[in-house]
């Protein structure tokens, strides 16, 4: 959609709608009507407390890309006016910051697949909404109504971004970290294994270390491979930087 959009012209007057926009818009509003009948099941058809919570993580960040996606539409096919497209695009940015406060309880464990899953993708469109409104003069740093409510959601999202930043950089090891990372899942492993009294010989305390190292090799490269996303991110959203 975006790139058939056209910018309002001098005065405040709407341009005239294109086919090629109309068929994207069109495409993307079925996309929308498909992805919200998907969604609605995915409660629904989950069974164990485990596969009920993932499934509330997903279904809170789907809605979010959902409404950011409605929100191209009012933005692109909205009201006869672009006094009336603002309006109705503060009214849509207000109710995503609605659901962003409503932000799901996450631990360390979940925020790669989280990230690679919906996270990224919630930025992205988000970073759609964001160059449409800066075409329509309403950019983060304009002074317009949407635009305050616009410079309000990316702060929500920033505090959650930062959140899962700060959670990746205290439970992944740095590269300096990994000897002491191995040393703590040992330490943990043999108190358990003394819970069950099952004493280790010298060949099973050599696998173990083995064992141990490449769980901080592996947590360490989760680490490198997912904070420059989020430090991407973090900087992008960042308020004072708006």
């Not at 096919?77 to 672009?82: E, T, Y």
């Not at 009336?84 to 995503?96: C, G, I, Q, Y």
């Not at 740095?174 to 099952?198: G, W, Y």
Request: net charge negative.
């Amino acid at each position: 959609c975006l790139d058939a959009a056209v910018a309002p012209k001098k005065g405040g007057k709407l341009p005239k709608t294109t086919e090629s926009l109309q068929m994207r818009c069109k495409s993307l509003q079925q996309a929308i009507d498909d992805a919200s009948s998907f969604f609605s099941t995915l409660t629904t058809t989950t069974t164990t407390p485990q596969a009920q919570a993932q499934s509330s993580h997903y279904v809170y960040y789907y809605s979010l890309i959902l409404n950011a996606c409605r929100l191209i539409l009012i933005i692109l096919m909205g009201p006869n006016s672009l006094a009336a497209r603002e309006e109705a695009t503060v009214v849509a940015l207000n109710e995503m910051d609605k659901v962003l406060q409503q932000q799901q309880e996450w631990n360390a464990k979940e925020v790669p697949a989280l990230l690679a899953d919906v996270v990224v993708t919630t930025f992205a469109v988000f970073e759609q909404v964001s160059n449409l409104m800066a075409m329509f003069g309403w950019g983060k740093r304009k002074s317009k109504p949407a635009s305050a409510a616009l410079a309000k959601v990316s702060a929500s999202l920033h505090s959650i971004v930062s959140q899962m930043q700060q959670v990746m950089m205290t439970s992944y090891p740095a590269p300096d970290h990994v000897f002491e990372e191995r040393t703590n899942i040992k330490q943990e492993i043999v108190e358990f294994c003394s819970m069950l009294i099952m004493p280790t010989n010298d060949q099973q305390d050599e696998w173990l270390d083995v064992t141990c190292q490449e769980i901080a090799l592996s947590r360490h490269l989760t680490q490198s491979r997912v904070v420059p996303f989020l430090n991407h991110m973090v900087r992008v959203l960042d308020p004072t930087s708006l």
